[in-house]
Structure formats: structure tokens, C-alpha cells
């Protein structure tokens, strides 16, 4: 079991700066790869980023690269997602999650999630 808590949301100015964190409870957070994901109202969950175990693979969303950078320490049992350039389009509630498939994209892939925390981007 993975117990995973978002946050560092909140409302920015666009052009602004956020970054999230996720902290995840158990021994075993280094043993998966974490994605990021976001959701608006109405809409789709979708992967805004990727990152394996061991930080040697990254993926990003198209409507992201460039501005937003994932990353982890597994010694803290945190990964991180610094959200940079910021768009109103970019407002959506951001969740973290936990797979044990590497490169995984898909919803249903990942095993765990967190709460979500809001993301705001007044223009």
C-alpha cells in the first residue's frame, strides 16, 4: 500500500511559478515510477508527466515541455513536479500516482492515487 499526499497548489499570476509535491507513505515508494496527472471539470484525467524509479526516464505532455520539470528523491519519499511559464489553461486539479509500469500513461496503469491538489492561473 502507497498513501500519497499532494501539495503546494494555489492560486498564481500567469508567467508564474509552483511547484507541487507529493509525499508518499511506506518503504516502498522507490520501488515504483510516478506520474503526474490533471483534471478540469468535465474532462478527462490526463498525464502531464512521468518519471521511472530511478529518475533516468522522463516524459512529458506536449502542452508542458519546456516549462515543467518532474522529479523525485526517494530518500524523502517525494516527487515533485516545477510547474514554470504558467497558463491560465494550465488550471486544472493536479494528482499524483504510483504505477509499477515504467513509461505508464494510461489511468489504469497506476495502482495509487493522491487527493489532487488546485492549481489556479488567473490571466
Known amino acids: 500500500q502507497v498513501r500519497l499526499v499532494e501539495s503546494g497548489g494555489g492560486l498564481v499570476q500567469a508567467g508564474g511559478s509552483l511547484r507541487l509535491s507529493c509525499a508518499a507513505s511506506?518503504?516502498?515508494?522507490?520501488?515504483?515510477?510516478m506520474g503526474w496527472f490533471r483534471q478540469a471539470p468535465g474532462k478527462e484525467r490526463a498525464i502531464v508527466a512521468h518519471?521511472?524509479?530511478?529518475?533516468?526516464?522522463?516524459y512529458y505532455a506536449d502542452s508542458v515541455k519546456g516549462r515543467f520539470t518532474i522529479s523525485r528523491d526517494n530518500a524523502k519519499n517525494t516527487v515533485y513536479l516545477q510547474m514554470n511559464s504558467l497558463k491560465p489553461e494550465d488550471t486544472d486539479i493536479y494528482y499524483c500516482?504510483?504505477?509499477?509500469?515504467?513509461?505508464?500513461?494510461?489511468?489504469?496503469?497506476?495502482?495509487?492515487w493522491g487527493q489532487g491538489t488546485q492549481v489556479t492561473v488567473s490571466s
Open positions: 500516482a504510483a504505477s509499477s509500469q515504467i513509461g505508464a500513461s494510461a489511468l489504469g496503469q497506476y495502482a495509487y
Open positions: 511506506g518503504r516502498t515508494f522507490s520501488t515504483y515510477h
Open positions: 518519471i521511472s524509479r530511478g529518475s533516468g526516464w522522463t
